[in-house]
């Protein structure tokens, strides 16, 4: 099989374990193996075609990936996720809501809740923000807030 072949292998390879590892080292790695592809293609000897793979590979290593890295976490907002996404909702009181419990409504979950002041109550009927979850119940507060 020609050294050429087996090097396109390898990048393709590489790439398809970076699709797993998220890291963007095996990218930098598959730039390394095209490098020595193309050593192999111009017909360079094998330890030529190992140079350009290591030397390609630690360039795109010290040189891009910190690049590439900065632009995908700056430019990816945080996600939230789980309970995290409920922070901030309006929900209604299904049972009067004060510091000890309390029950409220979002679309169709009904969850367990708790006023965040002692001494705020909540009506039935009446819409809360959630401000927070703490386990599996909801703090809540004054939706006008």
Known sequence: MAAWLLWLIAAGLFAAGEVVSLDLVL????GGALGGMTVALLGGATVLQL????AVSG????LV???ATRHLTNRTPLQLDGVDTL???TAK???DVDSSG???RMGADEWTARSQHSGETFAVGETVRILQVDGATAVVGDALE
């Open 27 to 30: 990218l930098m790695f598959a």
């Open 51 to 54: 140079i350009a793979f290591i």
């Open 59 to 62: 360039l795109l290593l010290v």
């Open 65 to 67: 990936r910190p690049i």
């Open 87 to 89: 922070i901030g909702r």
């Open 93 to 95: 009181v299904t049972r």
């Open 102 to 104: 309390g029950r409220i």
